[in-house]
């Protein structure tokens, strides 16, 4: 498969994850309001895909993860902690959960 950046479609109204995306919704940016998410290779497939997409290798998925990961008030993390009791990840930690995620997508 290929990691690709997209932006939801309109369907009926309603805004949706595009049909040809397999694994998607991660790493959303405000700004430009596009999600990370995985498409299958051209030839395990027999549909459309936009050829326009931006693809990411995986130090790109791994580095737009960790921008968002440095983005958030560690405090607030911190806070969310004590409260719910589940640990949070490690910047290490978040970044090897990263590593993981796109090589068993791509993989697939």
């Given at each position: 498969m290929k990691c690709v950046e997209y932006k939801l479609h309109a369907i009926n109204g309603n805004a949706t994850m595009p049909p040809w995306i397999v694994v998607g919704g991660m790493l959303y940016l405000d700004f430009n309001k596009t999600y990370v998410g995985f498409v299958k290779d051209e030839e395990h497939r027999d549909y459309y895909v936009p050829d326009t997409l931006v693809e990411l290798d995986e130090d790109q998925f791994t580095n737009r993860g960790l921008s968002?990961?440095?983005?958030?008030?560690?405090?607030?993390?911190?806070?969310?902690?004590?409260?719910?009791?589940?640990?949070?990840?490690?910047?290490?930690?978040?970044?090897?959960?990263?590593?993981?995620?796109?090589?068993?997508?791509i993989a697939k």
């Open positions: 968002l990961y440095d983005s958030v008030d560690q405090q607030k993390l911190q806070s969310l902690e004590s409260v719910t009791g589940i640990p949070m990840k490690t910047r290490d930690e978040y970044e090897a959960q990263l590593r993981d995620t796109f090589q068993k997508n």
